[in-house]
Structure formats: C-alpha cells, structure tokens
C-alpha cells in the first residue's frame, strides 16, 4: 500500500508540474496562464454541500481560495494518478506505458467538461463562455500534456 499512495503522489505531482509548465509555455503565445482561486472557491464550497453555482465569480469568496485553488489541482493530480494505478496496477508504474496514460490523460477532460466547468456555472464543456472552442481545444491540448506527464514521470521513477 505505501508503494502505491508513493507512486500516485510522486506521478500525480510530476504530471501536474508538467501540465502546470505547459500552461507557461502557452503565454508565448499570449494565451493567459489559468487562475486556481476559482475553482479553489469551487472546491470550498464544495465541502458546504454546493456544487453547481450560477456564477463561481458572483459566490461567496473564501479565505485562501487561490491557494485552496492549488492545492486541489494537485489533489486531483494525484488522485488520477492513484486511479491510473488502481485500474492498471502498480507493475504499469514499473514498466510503463503510453496507452493507460492517455486513457486516464483523456478521462480528465470529461471531469473537467461535466463536472468542474458547469459546477462553476461555465456550462457543459464551457458552452456558455465566447470562446468555448478555444476552451476545449486547450483542455484537450493540457490534459494530454497531464497524459505525458503521467508516463514520462513513470518512466523517470520506475
């Protein structure tokens, strides 16, 4: 057991760096890099038993919520790493490869599009954003980063 929450954190913390390096290599191209304090206020109001909000920037704000923003990017970093391994065993982290990554990689777009954004009343999939396709495209883009990320930290900590 302690292989496999070591193995989580350590690939679920270095897929996250990656994703989280990604985002500052996109501000090249003038593409702003992503603010964590509201799904932080997401996150905290979750534990008060709301999920869906009309507006996560007109609900109440909490104290710490960029770094409560932070700290559940990388939670959920980790967790998806823990499901990568619960799913596919701690031998994947052992000899890894590509596939499981980006199965799991391409699943975190899902939560993102059904769970996170309408929760934060952006819609599904950011329907109700202008640049919704845009959106999209770089969640796709990222999350295949975080796929990268899970694979290649396997590799480097086998």
């Not at 760096?17 to 997401?42: H, T, Y």
């Not at 009309?54 to 980790?78: C, M, Q, R």
């Not at 919704?132 to 990268?148: K, Y």
């Amino acid at each position: 057991m302690s292989e496999f929450i070591y193995r989580a954190v350590v690939i679920g913390v270095g897929a996250t760096v990656l994703f989280d390096l990604w985002q500052q290599f996109l501000r090249l191209f003038g593409i702003p890099k992503p603010s964590w304090a509201m799904p932080g206020r997401w996150f905290a109001h979750l534990w008060r038993g709301r999920v869906m909000h009309a507006d996560i920037g007109k609900s109440e704000p909490v104290a710490n919520e960029t770094a409560l923003g932070w700290l559940f990017h990388y939670l959920v970093g980790i967790l998806f790493a823990g499901i990568l391994l619960a799913i596919w065993g701690a031998e994947w982290a052992r000899n890894p490869s590509f596939l499981p990554a980006l199965i799991v990689g391409w699943v975190t777009i899902g939560c993102g599009w059904f769970i996170l954004q309408p929760g934060m009343g952006l819609g599904i999939a950011a329907a109700k954003r202008p640049n919704a396709n845009q959106i999209r495209l770089l969640n796709i883009l990222g999350h295949t980063v975080f796929a990268i990320g899970l694979y290649g930290t396997a590799l480097l900590t086998r």
